[in-house]
């Protein structure tokens, strides 16, 4: 038997529960209305917890910054050296992409994309414009005159104090005086100078040079942090002297660590072209190209020699070079020890198609970069020399290159290139002439910002612990 049980009646107590659940409900619904991020399926089916820091975190904006604003505080709180090692990556990334579209076109007026003379013309163009849209460099102020933040304007080591004038003195944008905001810091000494002041003449002795890089490297290390950190792969030094190696050897760090800028670039004495960059020689008299150099365009087919070199008995490849080509009267090479003085150097290069480049005791050679200016197609003799630039530029594309052991058959070898092939060796000479020249100021694609860039590179494949 079924009772039947009547509804009981509402008390005041139930009439106020009913209230407050109201109120309770309309509450939260105007919460809902305030919510600045969408609910998951996860808010959806589970009960409403109590009210936490984790509930006011979700549910109350004015608490809790949105996941666009937390990426963005996120961002504020990387440390100088995170941003850095950020903008190098955004770099590479950028280079990368570059050298894989063949579309990509460069509207530079002072650059031509020539895959004859560039590795890859889309990807350097692209580091290039990484380069001055980023890199930064620290001098260090450290050291005093004349051995420091100076160096030789002319002759043959012209380029050790043109470089760090233009580095200190030349406005260019790449110098920064905040050490925590630099790339790689740069140690302005000068090894031609360390010669001249350090040197004793004739005494053979190179422990002065080496003291002199040992001392500066613990000023500098003592003084400031950064060598430390890095044992020194982001500090650079630039040398000319056929000496610069060795005064390296003042500290092991900087020996095999850090970039070396060297014209001695020789790969079998230490030189390391993963990292230390390769310092094209440049003999500047008088500070100044020769105007008879400067003329030298369109004078290639007015050229009566096939090849010219002169110079004396100097390392072990002139000899053999001299022995077998000097005074020959049957050929059209023409190799001098001395030259006669009658003779004028350059007006030899203007009319010669080809310029002999053999080493000397060091494997650089000043002749090469002259021989750009006359163009006159450089003909490199040497054995083990890292070529400048030879990360960017193809040197097949204006240069020829001949082993000690074919030196006999220089005729040959000179006869054999067609004229179709001479033709745009000329060209190619003609494109990257730029890179070689100092000019004050410096000019985009010059030979400071060549090397500047091939500094840059280095650093670029260096991620700092």
């Not at 006159?376 to 020399?385: D, G, L, T």
Request: glycine share 4%; net charge positive.
């Amino acid at each position: 038997m079924e009772f039947f049980h009547p509804p009981k009646p509402i008390t005041i107590f139930s009439s106020i529960s009913i209230l407050l659940l109201l109120i309770f409900l309309l509450l939260s619904q105007n919460y809902n209305f305030k919510f600045h991020t969408p609910l998951n399926s996860t808010h959806l089916h589970r009960e409403f917890p109590p009210i936490s820091d984790q509930f006011r975190a979700l549910h109350f904006p004015q608490t809790a910054p949105s996941r666009v604003k937390l990426r963005k505080v996120r961002k504020t709180r990387l440390s100088r050296e995170e941003k850095l090692e950020l903008g190098l990556a955004q770099a590479r990334a950028s280079i990368r992409k570059a050298a894989n579209d063949s579309n990509l076109s460069t509207s530079s007026i002072d650059y031509i994309p020539s895959s004859s003379v560039y590795h890859n013309p889309r990807a350097f163009y692209q580091s290039y414009v990484e380069m001055e849209k980023r890199f930064k460099v620290y001098v260090y102020p450290e050291g005093e005159l004349p051995i420091t933040h100076a160096g030789p304007c002319k002759n043959i080591y012209t380029i050790e104090g043109r470089f760090i004038h233009e580095m200190e003195d030349g406005g260019n944008g790449f110098r920064t005086v905040d050490p925590s905001r630099a790339h790689v810091l740069f140690m302005p000494f000068s090894v031609a100078w360390m010669v001249k002041y350090l040197y004793k003449d004739g005494s053979y002795d190179q422990t002065p040079l080496r003291m002199f890089v040992s001392d500066y490297v613990e000023v500098v290390s003592k003084k400031y942090p950064f060598w430390n950190k890095t044992n020194g792969a982001d500090h650079f030094i630039l040398a000319c002297h056929d000496w610069g190696p060795i005064a390296t050897e003042g500290n092991r760090f900087l020996y095999n660590t850090s970039i070396r800028v060297l014209c001695n670039a020789n790969s079998s004495e230490g030189f390391n072209p993963q990292k230390d960059v390769s310092l094209p020689e440049i003999h500047l008299y008088d500070g100044e190209i020769s105007p008879k150099l400067l003329s030298a365009s369109n004078s290639h087919h007015h050229r009566p020699h096939l090849a010219f070199f002169a110079g004396g008995l100097h390392g072990p490849i002139r000899p053999i070079l001299l022995n077998h080509w000097k005074n020959r009267t049957h050929t059209n090479i023409h190799v001098y020890e001395y030259l006669p003085k009658q003779l004028d150097y350059y007006d030899e290069m203007l009319q010669s198609r080809f310029c002999l480049c053999p080493s000397g005791y060091e494997v650089a050679s000043p002749r090469i970069v002259e021989a750009i200016y006359a163009e006159c197609v450089p003909v490199i003799i040497s054995e083990r020399y890292v070529l400048p630039f030879s990360d960017v530029l193809r040197w097949e594309g204006f240069s020829i290159e001949v082993s000690v052991s074919e030196i006999p058959r220089l005729e040959e070898i000179l006869m054999g290139v067609s004229e179709e092939r001479y033709e745009k060796l000329i060209q190619g000479l003609r494109t990257v002439r730029k890179h070689f020249v100092l000019n004050r100021p410096a000019k985009r694609f010059d030979a400071f910002h060549m090397i500047l860039h091939s500094v840059w590179l280095r650093r670029l494949n260096v991620k700092l612990a």
